[in-house]
């Protein structure tokens, strides 16, 4: 017995017809949102701030990021054999653009234990990595090179994946073949800001086990409510991928809804950015 009541079968057109036979059946967990936020504050609070190296944007968000998920634990696993595992600490991978002769590539660095680093400290580490991913002295970078360009497509596809069974699901280490451990840490930052870009989703990949992936847009000015008037303000657009597999949308929204809340009330909440800030 039919269990679907169905009705005649649909005509398709050629474009419908053509992206049946494009794609499988959804099987990406990708849950997206973004929130346009006003920087002024938080711009007077990084100029205002106190240290060897003077944070940016980017150190802002990842700061308060991490705070989130330290306040939300439930966002901060990461699965395994089918099984959620609480995160130890928060760590967070920063792309960067490298220019090169007539090209560019995206790599990046890892900023460790952001929950527990300042945002001085966050700067500096990340000021020291950026050095070395351009002067070609990261090693771990360099090696990953050397070993996609001596790979084609496929062979390369079954090491990543091959790496990822052994270090996730398994949860091998493989530092003796050079490989650094969970490499990619509690969430994904992208500023393309600098590319000109005021929005993007950055999406989920499946070879790094990281369930947030956040961008961060080119600042603009829009309009916005505030004390029921409408006025104009540099605004910037923060997006977030969420991983479907970790959480429902109630803890992304906790998530978010704390994000704003210090994103423009940093004063409020500069015990969570370290000892060396000063008031504004």
């Known amino acids: 017995m039919k269990h679907l009541k169905l009705g005649a079968t649909q005509r398709l057109t050629t474009y419908r017809k053509i992206a049946i036979s494009s794609w499988n059946r959804p099987v990406d967990p990708s849950t997206y949102a973004w929130v346009d936020l006003p920087v002024a504050d938080a711009e007077a609070f990084l100029k205002s701030y106190v240290s060897e190296v003077r944070p940016t944007m980017t150190h802002f968000v ?6 989130c998920l330290e306040k939300n634990p439930e966002l901060n696993h990461i699965l395994r054999q089918g099984n959620l595992y609480r995160r130890e600490r928060t760590d967070a991978y920063v792309t960067t653009l490298l220019k090169g002769e007539g090209s ?27 050095e070395a991913l351009r002067k070609g002295t990261d090693e771990v970078t360099a090696r990953t090179d050397k070993v996609v360009a001596s790979l084609p497509a496929l062979p390369l596809r079954i090491l990543m994946r091959t790496q990822s069974f052994f270090q996730y699901t398994l949860n091998l280490s493989l530092r003796a073949f050079g490989i650094p451990d969970d490499r990619f840490g509690s969430f994904v930052i992208s500023n393309f800001g600098p590319l000109g870009l005021e929005n993007g989703l950055v999406p989920l990949s499946p070879y790094c086990r990281c369930p947030l992936m956040v961008g961060m847009g ?42 704003q809340k210090i994103f423009q009330n940093p004063t409020r909440y500069a015990h969570i950015f370290g000892e060396m800030s000063s008031e504004p």
Request: aromatic letters at 6%; a neutral charge.
């Open 62 to 67: 990842a700061k308060i990021l991490a705070h």
């Open 104 to 130: 560019l590539d995206l790599s990046g660095f890892t900023l460790p234990d952001v929950g527990r680093a300042s945002l001085g400290e966050l700067a500096k580490v990340s000021q020291e990595a950026v």
């Open 218 to 259: 080119k600042t603009v000015k829009k309009p916005i409510v505030e004390k029921d008037q409408i006025i104009i303000a540099e605004c910037m657009t923060i997006s977030f991928t969420f991983d479907h597999r970790y959480a429902d949308g109630a803890h992304g929204a906790q998530l978010m809804r704390l994000f």
